[in-house]
């Protein structure tokens, strides 16, 4: 139980950290390319666990309909919202970018309403009320803020969060028991092969690499891009998409709390207090939503 936990908590701090070196990145990678590059490595990095995998479960999935499945959660998870949310950075600060992006726990309550006609017990839906607003006071209390005004980079973040929410909602029972390797190797090659048509060679081929570069898009494409999605993919076995979801809202404090690490700052006691008050209703609302949650529903 511990490690699920941990597994869980696990994937907003390496989703900070991703989003803080993809504002580095694009700052000389155009969007569509640094999707591209960003699905191609993943999908690279896959290749030896798919040809030693030896679960026999994963042959009995793959069938045209499992293969649909995984082109549907390739388009709305690794290209549009990959492109969406990467082109956001060109126009607005990372933790910008991740306070949108905490709105991922809403599109799933919406979703839930919608499509499966559950409605979100009080309780649930006050502690992740709550849990929003202390991260927003808790980014508030910094100077990351300082100076906003609407760009075109916050509409491109509210449409990435759309498509990665659908993704998310569907993404279990489309995928069905499939290992991740395998699965995410058809999603990230699946991604790289639709991108590779649309990018500009000559875009890719002007790339001015450092060996500082490369070193950050390997670690913004395997260890902050790769990890989280497998360790995703493996909580969605144990947890309700809502409950995945909602551990996006701890992203902004644990970003800005990268960010003070690297620049050796020491965060205010304030935002320290609203940061773990975010992280007690996080759980909370995830303890009462698995407590109260219909069958079946997200």
Known sequence: MFARYLALFSIPTLIGASWLLGGTLVRTIDPLTLSF???????TALIPFVLTSTKKEDMRLASLSWFTGQIFLTIT??????????RSLLSIRP??????ATSLPLYLMLFAFFIQRTIIPLRTT?????????????????NAMAGFAWQPGHSDMIIAMLFFAI?????????????????????FGAGAVIMATIINR????????????????????????????ILVHRCLRFFPPLVVGN????????????????GKKTPDAIFLVL??????????SNYFWELDRPDGAI
């Open 275 to 284: 940061a773990f008050a975010t992280a007690i209703f996080v759980f909370l």
């Open 167 to 187: 993704h998310l909602f569907y993404y279990s029972r489309l995928t069905g028991s499939a290992s991740a390797s395998s699965t995410l190797f058809l999603q």
């Open 202 to 229: 000559a875009t890719l081929q002007s790339i001015h690499w450092t060996p500082e570069s490369i070193i950050q898009l390997l670690i913004f494409a395997i260890v902050c891009n790769l990890v989280p999605f």
């Open 77 to 86: 998870g690794r290209v549009l919202y990959y492109y969406f949310a990467t």
């Open 126 to 142: 006050l502690t992740g009320i709550l849990a929003v607003g202390c991260t927003v006071l808790a980014i508030l209390r910094t």
């Open 95 to 100: 933790v910008e970018s991740i306070l949108i």
């Open 247 to 262: 551990v996006s809202l701890l992203s902004p404090v644990l970003a800005y709390s990268i960010q003070c690490i690297m």
């Open 37 to 43: 590059l960003r699905n191609l490595l993943s999908a």
